[in-house]
């Protein structure tokens, strides 16, 4: 379908699109629209995210010495703790979700909004409320338990502001639980007639999926905070083992959380990714239904992998096997999915824009921190590296280097749909080489700190790993530049970018056939589907040798 | 020291590491080479606008072309997972006659203690080719004991007693680090761990201050803090001798039966109502507060040592 042949279908009453309709600040604070809940939730982590960076910027800099130059030990563990909790609460748990998921979600099902639209708002003023706390945590002081909060540290030893900052995340939580719920709710009420489950787009399922996660594994998170504060406030014995209480206790309830709260990161990630390949490598998605089965098992198994966090703890051994197999058994769905946005390429008819550059870098360091994971689901291996570099650099390949990359690459993907505007394509593409370098150099030392016995979170250190460290310090330099372009760009795009049609990348999917930016009720018409997504070629072909435009030219006759 | 780029093998079970470390860094190089490549392919060869062939897709790559690198991906993984536990269960329990030391952690340093009571802070000299021992415990917060060149680490965990063994197979200084977050100078509970000729260590040994050997300690202890008023051999009060205990399989009174290990030991002493002895009353009062870990550890040690005689009813 092509904008002219909508246009000539069915004559449009002119109306104003959901970013003109009401321009006041209370219209933007009191608004059920979902389109500008997403928005405003994209400005909220926008300014954590810029927070997170502030605080590890200046732990990357006290870094380039051994034995520190800047800082006291005591603001070093606040600034890591500081950039923990809130890059992993306030800015990658919301990040995908929250922003492009709300966003979507209705538009790529055909509905007029979530299901609970005054929910969706409430979650969001949740977060608000909660980064408060978290942030006067920071300012009051700061908070020195790492993100991770371990007893009986954190309950009974630091005497920093651990009540606000775990208040914070036990808000945080809710929005969660929250979110997922609405989403729940709305793709199971709200498809659009001849919307079946397998013509749901991927970024739907992966949305699903999270939720799934979101809601069942939030409410321990919170039991676990909760607990904190039992022992820190009152005083109640829940972990101090000399009132009878156990502290790796806690370390179950987190990670019980924790650990799929890492798939509450990356499986939206996935989602996105598996629309921009196919739309610009104009290919059906290889194995629909197997990305689908993949992610549920993620889903599902992400919930029995939270012990692998613990082989050093003192758990039984009989527990570590068991966490052992099951974590390498996990790593075979995120295998299929690779293999199948590989296989997505072939015969392809495979353009560069900004958001493939992301989507593709994303692949790359999908892998790259998944194969990492290998090393530590091997129980001896992972003896040897936990607790160290090489974890760090793990963890932030697959959710940074992974999820983040991701984020940019929805954000350049669904832009001009969001704003109606045009951003500098060439700016966009200089910056996603310049993020995928600059990662690669922050992140790829740090395996080897790692692997030769660096521990993480050291204000000071041995000697000889100086030479790694000021090697990532430096890559973080260049990604930090890499992470600031899009914020002058993006936004100069908003003043001055050219207009965007309905659909500029010539995408499939209901979101593209509604109007850039969309009315405040997403279509002007009932939407009604009778083709699986992906639809960029016949049943069994492949891309086919003419240029794109000409083959949708072809379609629509 | 540490070279730059390599880490020592330093112990027996860092060469077994090592191995499975290279195995997984192979395997993921090719996963690597292969993904990256034929990403680089495609994208060259499938570039828009393109002449390479595109036409209808190949038959054979269906739904059992999937399933078959489905499976492949599963049988590796099954594969590594068992090599590296089998390697992770062989190295499991401390072999017997092992030379066992005692390690506290606290904000922020190491102590250590050898059989005849030589104390060290920060540091722990180990003979070489001989497997040691390690009972750890913390008298406040998670610390966790790590030692890179040997491939070995263990959280230290209050209120409860890890252990920890290697064979040092090389001499030298190599670093001791805590690795898990303790606070405000978790960076700085560093210390080293010196491995001596056998002869070396034992001449080390008698060179250090005098000190009581932790059994000895704990006979004092035994009298000074009242124990041997109930359950010394002479006592009229009804109370669980504890000759001969160390090891045994205890019955207690609510039916369970428990092994009289460290960890029994020490919550006996600590929470005395918990695990109680069929057959007496449960009249002993809590020491919580009055023992630090250390006394605690050579309490242990008395008791164990009183094990190895042969029992006197």
């Not at chain 1, 399922?205 to 809601?215: D, E, G, H």
């Not at chain 2, 203690?113 to 913390?138: C, D, K, Y």
């Not at chain 2, 040994?205 to 006979?219: C, F, I, K, M």
Request: hydrophobic fraction near 50%; charged fraction near 15%; aromatic fraction near 14%.
């Amino acid at each position: 379908m092509t904008d002219s042949l909508l246009a000539g279908e069915l004559p449009l009453p002119p109306r104003p699109d959901y970013l003109r309709h009401g321009s006041t600040v209370w219209s933007w604070l009191s608004t059920t629209d979902h389109k500008r809940i997403a928005i405003l939730y994209a400005v909220t982590i926008t300014i954590f995210f810029f927070l997170g960076g502030a605080a590890i910027t200046a732990v990357r800099l006290e870094l380039f010495q051994p034995n520190g130059w800047l800082m006291t030990s005591d603001s070093y563990n606040k600034l890591f703790s500081f950039h923990g909790i809130i890059m992993v609460w306030f800015f990658l748990v919301p990040s995908i979700p929250n922003t492009l998921g709300n966003f979507l979600l209705p538009l790529m099902i055909g509905a007029p909004d979530v299901a609970f639209p005054r929910l969706n708002l409430f979650s969001w003023y949740l977060t608000i409320a909660a980064g408060a706390f978290t942030v006067y945590a920071l300012v009051a002081g700061g908070v020195d338990t790492g993100w991770t909060f371990y007893t009986p540290y954190s309950s009974m030893f630091s005497n920093t502001h651990v009540f606000a900052a775990a208040a914070g995340v036990f808000v945080v939580g809710f929005a969660s639980i929250a979110t997922g719920v609405n989403f729940i709710a709305t793709t199971h009420m709200l498809r659009a007639p001849g919307m079946t489950w397998f013509r749901l787009p991927l970024f739907v399922w992966a949305i699903y999926a999270t939720s799934l996660i979101m809601v069942l594994a939030t409410p321990v998170l919170a039991i676990s905070l909760l607990l904190v504060i039992a022992e820190r406030v009152f005083g109640l014995p829940i972990f101090d083992p000399a009132r009878g209480g156990d502290p790796i206790l806690f370390q179950h309830l987190f990670w019980f959380y924790s650990h799929p709260a890492v798939y509450i990161m990356v499986l939206p990630a996935m989602g996105v990714v598996s629309e921009i390949i196919p739309c610009f490598a104009r290919r059906r998605i290889f194995g629909y239904d197997f990305m689908v089965y993949a992610m549920l098992a993620i889903a599902g198994i992400g919930f029995f992998v939270w012990g692998h966090h613990m082989f050093v703890s003192g758990q039984s051994p009989l527990a570590s096997l068991v966490f052992s197999f099951l974590s390498f058994i996990i790593a075979v769905p995120s295998a299929i999915k690779v293999f199948n946005w590989t296989a997505s390429l072939y015969r392809g008819q495979i353009s560069f824009e900004s958001p493939m550059l992301y989507a593709l870098g994303f692949v790359g360091l999908f892998t790259t921190g998944g194969l990492s994971g290998l090393f530590l689901a091997s129980i001896p291996v992972d003896v040897h590296v936990t607790d160290t570099y090489f974890v760090v650099a793990h963890f932030h390949y697959i959710m940074v280097g992974g999820s983040v990359s991701a984020f940019f690459a929805g954000m350049h993907f669904w832009w001009p749909k969001v704003t109606g505007r045009r951003y500098p394509e060439s700016w966009a593409k200089f910056a996603a080489i310049l993020m995928y370098a600059g990662f690669n150099m922050t992140f790829l030392p740090q395996f080897f700190a790692g692997y030769l016995g660096m521990p993480r979170r050291y204000h000071t250190y041995p000697a000889e790993f100086q030479i790694y460290n000021v090697m990532s310090s430096a890559g973080a330099a260049v990604l930090a530049i890499a992470y600031l372009l899009p914020l002058f760009y993006l936004t100069w795009s908003l003043f001055y970018g050219g207009k965007a049609g309905r659909n500029p990348f010539g995408a499939t999917g209901l979101e593209w056939t509604t109007s850039s930016p969309p009315p405040p009720k997403n279509f002007d018409w009932q939407p009604r589907i009778d083709r699986a997504p992906y639809d960029y070629h016949a049943e069994g072909m492949s891309a086919g040798t003419d240029p794109p435009e000409m083959q949708n030219a072809k379609e629509t006759q | 020291m540490n070279s730059l780029f390599s880490l020592p093998e330093a112990s027996t079970h860092a060469v077994t590491v090592d191995h499975i470390f290279y195995l997984l860094l192979a395997l993921s190089g090719a996963t690597v080479v292969l993904v990256f490549g034929l990403i680089l392919l495609f994208a060259v060869r499938y570039r828009r606008g393109s002449k390479a062939k595109r036409g209808p897709m190949p038959e054979f790559l269906g739904r059992e072309f999937e399933i078959g690198w489905t499976l492949a991906t599963l049988l590796t993984f099954a594969f590594l997972f068992w090599w590296a536990s089998s390697a992770d269960l062989s190295s499991l329990a401390a072999p017997p006659h092992a030379l066992e030391i005692h390690v506290v952690s606290k904000q922020w340093m190491w102590k250590t203690q050898h059989a005849n009571g030589a104390r060290e802070i920060n540091a722990l000299h180990v003979p070489l080719h001989e497997p040691v021992h390690l009972l750890m415990s913390s008298q406040d917060v998670i610390h966790s004991f790590y030692a890179p060149a040997f491939r070995v680490k263990q959280d230290v965990v209050p209120g409860r007693d890890t252990d920890i063994w290697f064979e040092a197979s090389k001499t030298g200084t190599f670093p001791l680090l805590c690795a898990e977050y303790c606070g405000t100078n978790h960076s700085a509970m560093r210390g080293e761990i010196v491995v001596m000729q056998p002869e070396d260590y034992a001449k080390w040994l008698t060179r250090q201050p005098e000190g009581d050997d932790l059994a000895h300690e704990g006979a004092k202890l035994f009298v000074s803090q009242g124990c041997s008023g109930c359950h010394a051999t002479s006592s009229n009060v009804h109370a669980p001798r504890l000759a001969g205990l160390y090891g045994r399989a205890v019955q207690l009174a609510d039916g369970r039966t428990v092994t009289a290990d460290d960890a029994y030991l020490r919550d006996s002493i600590l929470q005395p109502k918990r695990d109680v002895v069929a057959g007496f009353e449960p009249i002993m009062p809590s020491f919580k507060g009055l023992l630090d870990d250390g006394e605690i550890q050579s309490l242990t040690a008395y008791i164990r040592s009183l094990g190895e005689e042969p029992p006197n009813d």
